[in-house]
Nanobody, 121 residues
Framework: QVQLVESGGGLVQAGGSLRLSCAAS????????MGWYRQAPGKQRELVAS???????NYEDSVKGRFTISRDNTKNTAYLQMNSLTPEDTAVYYC???????????????WGQGTQVTVSS
């Protein structure tokens, strides 16, 4: 069974950095787009950044210039480097994979379990 496993969240002071990882486990043939979303308390889940299998990246306006998304297709892993963090970045961060083809199943959409990022002022 394919799963997305996030890691790298934690508590950091404002101005600090964190690097999130999202690894897709299982026998995977391909993943189209991988993305990072976040959900703060009382707010809707929003897209932070996404990246296609070809490396084309897209960012939410508030993170442009501070966050960088990347992926290693050989490891089926996506990363989110977050710099200059502010308390407004505090949220649960979720990884999402679109159009994932494994050895046994096709997943149009797959979510990870989420990882908490807390930025203190």
């Amino acid at each position: 069974q394919v799963q997305l496993v996030e890691s790298g969240g934690g508590l950091v002071q404002a101005g600090g950095s964190l690097r999130l990882s999202c690894a897709a486990s299982g026998s995977i043939f391909s993943i189209n787009t991988m993305g990072w979303y976040r959900q703060a308390p009382g707010k809707q889940r929003e897209l932070v950044a996404s990246i296609t299998s070809g490396g084309s990246a897209n960012y939410e306006d508030s993170v442009k210039g501070r966050f960088t998304i990347s992926r290693d297709n050989t490891k089926n892993t996506a990363y989110l480097q977050m710099n200059s963090l502010t308390p407004e970045d505090t949220a649960v961060y979720y990884c999402r994979a679109d159009s994932l083809q494994s050895a046994y199943y096709y997943y149009s959409l797959l979510w990870g379990q989420g990882t908490q990022v807390t930025v203190s002022s």
